[in-house]
């Protein structure tokens, strides 16, 4: 029926006779288990005029047909006579319209149930059972009536499939099919809403804006209406781009299905020390958002090599349990020497596909990928790491926008506008303590080689700073070479020019991530870095930083505050004067030094 009347037997198609026999055949199938009699047969048939021979006519047809029937292997009569007329039984037998019907049904009942994906799949093989213009080419009224109501069925079902895909996520593959069903039918209201959105939600505003406009024009033109409401209201939200206003609206894309990522790197080995810090990530977890600050985020940062991620991935791990709905992790790469910082887009693509997002459905426009993640993560409670941040750009998007989750970030920089629009913690990490840098030795090197020469020991955690990546390159160093004794490395590092080529091995290399911040330095602020190195204080002022510069006093202390927030210098204290005090890391003014020109004179102490 979904197509011009045929018939089969298995795969073989039945031949049926001329138009009368094809009118009759409709007629019963459209009553199909229902009575049908004589006389309502010869009215539909012969338009209300039927000649005298109708009856036997009808008779001729039915018998026509039976023995079509028959021929094709059916035991049983399909048209069965039945006072005052004929029924079609379809026992046994299968009818495409009553298969289209208990699809539809069926994956409205899974839509209803929470599983859209399945319902989808229901819809797309009901329309499939589609091959044309239902009972095509009977010119009896009573089937063509029945004919428009298929294909209205089938255009609610079209509408049902696709807004299902739409709340799905699959915006581009939908822009071509509903372009082409807008186009057959310019005045269902209910395709061009769902044209407009997977247009806009495809990031293609402009595209979706004109679709309303080439709607009005039909209407006004065809039916000297305006718009309906619901399409101009979808219109002024989207020329606003009003998610609130989209979603009250039930714009809103589905959910995805129930996917919980783990994404957190392995746990630190041999971390050590840190026990505050800790303390105060864990305070901060434990108390509910305060005000109309929704997001609970915690802001580590610190000089390079200080041990910001792996403070932030050890924290994690002691706290994952509580956080049943997933950890998303990002390295955002702002001071990766290989590759260019991480764009929010990518890591909303990853994070999305790890929530349960095939990649088709993911829109390609920021703000829409942004909205897309932000409701898949409403209502659960997620862990979100976000490591070595460049800018509090790159991850505006990526926060979300519930209180249930918890945000952990890291980066040299200071993120000014975290610290402005979130109630964010920030912890400003220093060196490690000796006896912290040593424990670290330990369960890297093993605790004989250790205790064996505890000055030893003590002696190394110093001269690699107490850093903590200098003091795992030593371990790494001292277990790569069980030769060595721990005073054989302190002898080699003790030598102040190739201490830094001692502890640049492998993936932790120090000169290099001392060199990628560095780069960040503009040439005159670096030249005059390089001649604070040069003074013989261990700390100074801004007065003794404008000697040694050649700057005046308040652009000294703007320089000075500068390299502060680069994480070049520490802030150590006051003066007797009431100035602040500044200084280098151990490690960081090696570094500083090998910047300067050979041939320049220490500055003279400031004194």
């Not at 039976?66 to 049983?76: I, L």
């Not at 804006?209 to 006004?220: K, N, V």
Request: charged fraction near 25%; aromatic fraction near 6%.
């Amino acid at each position: 029926m979904l197509s011009p009347l045929e018939v089969y037997a298995g795969s073989r198609r039945l031949p049926i006779g001329g138009p009368r026999q094809r009118a009759i055949l409709s007629i019963l199938l459209i009553n199909r288990n229902q009575i049908s009699s004589v006389e309502e047969i010869i009215d539909k048939v012969w338009h209300g005029a039927p000649p005298s021979t109708g009856r036997t006519q009808v008779a001729i047809c039915v018998a026509a047909l039976r023995k079509t029937f028959r021929t094709a292997g059916c035991d049983e009569d399909v048209i069965v006579t039945v006072a005052p007329g004929y029924m079609l039984s379809t026992r046994g037998h299968r009818v495409d319209a009553e298969d289209f019907l208990e699809r539809v049904a069926e994956a409205e009942s899974l839509d209803r149930e929470g599983q859209p994906e399945r319902a989808a799949q229901i819809f797309e093989g009901a329309l499939q059972l589609w091959r044309g213009t239902p009972l095509g080419g009977i010119n009896v009224r009573m089937v063509e009536d029945a004919a428009v109501r298929l294909i209205e069925m089938q255009m609610s079902a079209v509408e049902k499939y696709m807004a299902l895909r739409l709340q799905l996520g699959d915006y581009q593959a939908l822009i071509g099919d509903l372009t082409a069903l807008v186009q057959a039918h310019p005045l269902r209201d209910r395709l061009r809403s769902l044209l407009m959105m997977a247009q806009y939600r495809a990031g293609r505003r402009a595209d979706a804006l004109g679709t309303y406009h080439d709607g009005r024009r039909h209407s006004i033109e065809e039916l000297g209406l305006d718009m309906v409401a619901p399409l101009q209201s979808l219109h002024e939200a989207i020329l606003r781009e009003d998610e609130i206003a989209l979603n009250d609206a039930g714009w809103s894309p589905r959910r995805a299905a129930a996917v919980v990522p783990a994404q957190l790197p392995s746990n630190v080995f041999a971390f050590s020390g840190r026990l505050d810090e800790l303390r105060t990530l864990n305070r901060v977890l434990d108390q509910p958002p305060r005000g109309n600050h929704p997001v609970r985020v915690s802001f580590i940062t610190g000089s390079p090599g200080i041990g910001k991620t792996s403070l932030a991935i050890h924290w994690a791990h002691q706290r994952a349990e509580e956080f049943p709905d997933g950890h998303l992790f990002a390295d955002l790469g702002a001071y990766g020497y290989a590759r260019a910082p991480e764009s929010p887009e990518s890591v909303l693509r990853r994070f999305l596909t790890a929530l349960g997002h095939r990649p088709e459905q993911i829109p390609t426009g920021l703000a829409e990928a942004t909205a897309l993640y932000r409701t898949t993560l409403e209502g659960r409670r997620a862990l979100i790491v976000l490591d070595d941040v460049h800018s509090f750009g790159q991850i505006r998007p990526l926060l979300p926008g519930n209180g249930q989750c918890h945000v952990l970030v890291t980066s040299r920089n200071q993120l000014e506008g975290l610290l402005d629009n979130y109630d964010a913690l920030r912890l400003q990490l220093g060196i490690l303590p000796v006896s912290a840098s040593t424990a670290i030795l330990r369960d890297v090197v093993g605790r004989e080689r250790i205790t064996s020469n505890p000055q030893a020991a003590r002696r190394l955690s110093e001269l690699c700073g107490n850093l903590p990546i200098a003091v795992r390159v030593a371990a790494a160093r001292l277990l790569g070479k069980p030769h060595w004794r721990v005073s054989d490395l302190v002898a080699r590092l003790e030598d102040r020019d190739r201490r830094l080529d001692e502890l640049s091995h492998g993936e932790y290399d120090i000169r290099l991530r001392f060199e990628t911040s560095w780069r960040q330095l503009d040439p005159p602020v670096a030249t005059a870095y390089s001649r604070l190195a040069l003074l013989d204080e261990p700390h100074f002022d801004a007065w003794c930083a404008a000697k040694a510069t050649e700057l005046r006093v308040v652009e000294a202390q703007d320089l000075l505050e500068r390299l502060v927030d680069l994480q070049l210098l520490d802030v150590v204290g006051r003066g007797e004067a009431g100035r602040f005090a500044y200084g280098f890391q151990d490690l960081l003014l090696l570094y500083a030094r090998e910047r300067v020109n050979r041939g320049t004179t220490v500055a003279t102490s400031c004194a």
